[in-house]
């Protein structure tokens, strides 16, 4: 049987999608100015990626699965409530911004900008924005404007920046991210497969019925495909980071080697919510702040 195109949908969609990255190319730009604008457009494009998604996966999908896997269906109703959830936690909770001054051991007060004079305290300690002299391991980010403990990095997705109140968070989040990814990917795959598999004969019925009729549901496969190849690569960067005591933000100036036991320890440590070795560093040795990784 030879399928003849009845519609444009697919054409439309293939043209949007090309639009859409090139939408995301002209605002590249923005991450390296010094504007300080906040960047909404990735996070933007990140929320409707997974309502999306979800929208597919009960318009379209789902029914489909609960006819033939009951309990497979709930778990997967179990795994976009995790998601969901997740995600908003993490755009609720603070990253743990910087307000004051780290202490001096010694005396039991809060340095100033005299020690930096006087050259008890680095120069590159000091953050002229937020005029404080910032706590070891902080980070001023210059899209947030703010010092964060312990700053990992700024997440272009979440549109904030992750740092000691939300880094495990944003581990569970890519971990639960990944899961959701992986279902879709499975679930969308034996959904068209199927439905092909009743009327279609040849390699051409195939690419003409995907443009006529499943247009949706293959172009968040195809999302879904490639996010899980950045989120599986996002959560093993995380684990050696975190199994190395590093923080995006700052490891390039980190000069430590931590052990093959200290990087177990420090995996457990960060599972259970202890506190992770850090890699020592030098803080930003002649460079000016704003120069560092966001
Ligand atoms: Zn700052
Ligand atoms: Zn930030």
Not at 26 to 40: D, E, F, G
Not at 159 to 178: D, E, M, S, Y
Not at 226 to 253: D, F, H, K, P, R
Request: aromatic share 14%; hydrophobic share 45%.
């Amino acid at each position: 049987m030879v399928i003849p195109f009845t519609n444009y949908r697919g054409v439309v969609a293939v043209g949007l999608l090309f639009g859409l990255l090139k939408t995301i190319q002209c605002h590249n730009p923005r991450i390296k100015s010094y504007c300080r604008w906040p960047n909404p457009v990735y996070a933007g494009m990140f929320a409707a990626g997974i309502f999306n998604s979800l929208f597919c996966m009960y318009h379209e999908i789902l029914y489909y699965i609960y006819m033939k896997y009951q309990l497979f269906t709930i778990m997967c109703m179990c795994q976009h409530v995790a998601l969901l959830t997740v995600y908003f936690k993490l755009l609720l909770t603070d990253p743990e911004a910087c307000t004051s001054s780290s202490v001096d051991e010694d005396t039991g007060r809060a340095h100033s900008i005299l020690d930096v004079a006087e050259g008890k305290v680095s120069t590159s300690d000091y953050c002229q924005q937020c005029e404080i002299v910032k706590p070891r391991y902080a980070h001023h980010c210059r899209l947030c404007n703010c010092c964060f403990h312990e700053m990992d990095h700024h997440c272009l997705l979440l549109n904030k920046c992750v740092g000691r109140g939300t880094q495990r968070l944003f581990v569970l989040f890519l971990l639960i991210c990944a899961v959701n990814m992986v279902t879709f990917v499975m679930l969308s795959t034996w959904y068209l497969y199927t439905e092909f598999s009743i009327f279609i004969v040849d390699a051409r019925d195939i690419v003409v019925a995907i443009f006529n009729y499943y247009v949706f549901v293959w172009t968040m496969l195809l999302g879904n495909a490639v996010s899980l190849g950045w989120c599986m690569g996002m959560l093993m960067t995380q684990m050696w980071m975190i199994s190395n005591g590093y923080l995006i933000a700052t490891m390039s100036n980190a000069h430590t080697k931590l052990t093959y036991r200290q990087c177990i320890n420090n995996l457990i440590a960060f599972a259970l919510g202890n506190r992770v070795e850090r890699n020592a560093y030098e803080a930003w040795p002649g460079k000016p702040y704003g120069i560092a990784p966001v």
